[in-house]
């Protein structure tokens, strides 16, 4: 039995960097969003373990086998698999697609080696995989606070929206552009605002990220491309610490439209609808 999922693409609506810990880490408060654009991880029990990537290869470290390595040691039982991963999203790009792997992964395994793990069982493990992990678990509309692994879910948003997605080809170090945040700049807390303004039904203009300035600060190429962009699209705004930018429309005519102005520049770009989550 083999079992084919897709793994979805997140979105930060909004960033808030809201503290700083003694140890270095920062707490977030944000609204996140999974997206149409995916990974699709197949998966079969087999007596040995086989892994495959198709597409572009993984650099750094492979998610997938992490979580697998943490579900087998809570369990005390070896989990023999063929994975083949066929990767879509962008890598360090800011759209979360190793840890939407991961989940994947995790909620595969969960039903097909008859594991019975409960949500809670399945958020630890998570948790100790990624911080943004527990929220690909079921996705959606949610709020992450804490380090990004405290997750709530929120109503979902308006399934007609469409989000015109733009990945430049800039390279943004996540460590660094952390280190580089001091707090002598206060939030915007857009978080909040985005939270009411979904249960009125109205939320122009109001997405944003903390980080974005930082990562632009940081590195000259992801500057250039904002320029670029928002020449064309205004009201792109970054997810994660980048290099994907986004905006929101109301319509599919609408986000076509600005995937139109924006094919010139030659970046990556996709109109995608937004994924609820999980049942």
Not at 85 to 114: E, T, V
Not at 230 to 240: D, E, F, K, N, Y
């Amino acid at each position: 039995m083999a079992l084919i999922l897709p793994a979805y693409a997140k979105l930060n609506l909004t960033l808030d960097v809201v503290g700083r810990r003694p140890n270095g880490y920062h707490d977030i408060d944000s609204v996140m969003q999974t997206i149409s654009l995916h990974d699709l991880l197949w998966i079969e029990r087999t007596d040995c373990r086989v892994f495959e990537v198709v597409g572009t290869p993984i650099e750094g470290e492979n998610l997938i086998l992490k979580a697998a390595r943490e579900l087998e040691g809570r369990l005390s039982r070896a989990l023999p698999f063929t994975i083949r991963l066929f990767k879509r999203i962008p890598m360090g790009a800011g759209l979360g697609g190793g840890s939407a792997d991961a989940a994947a992964f995790l909620n595969a395994a969960n039903a097909l080696y008859g594991l019975q793990l409960q949500s809670e069982q399945l958020i630890e493990i998570a948790t100790d995989v990624g911080q943004d992990v527990p929220f690909f678990l079921r996705g959606g509309t949610a709020r992450a606070t804490g380090l990004g692994a405290t997750v709530s879910a929120l109503p979902a948003i308006n399934p007609g929206w469409r989000f015109l997605v733009v990945s430049p080809p800039a390279q943004v170090a996540t460590r660094t552009v952390y280190e580089a945040v001091d707090g002598a700049s206060p939030s915007a807390r857009r978080t909040p605002a985005l939270i009411e303004a979904l249960k009125r039904g109205s939320v122009t203009g109001m997405f944003g990220n903390d980080l974005e300035a930082v990562t632009r600060r940081l590195f000259p190429a992801m500057d250039e491309a904002v320029e670029w962009l928002q020449r064309a699209v205004p009201s792109v705004a970054m997810t994660g610490t980048g290099a994907t930018l986004f905006a929101v429309f109301p319509s599919r005519r609408d986000a076509e439209a600005a995937l139109a102005a924006v094919r010139p520049i030659g970046y990556p770009a996709w109109v995608c609808r937004p994924v609820p989550a999980a049942a």
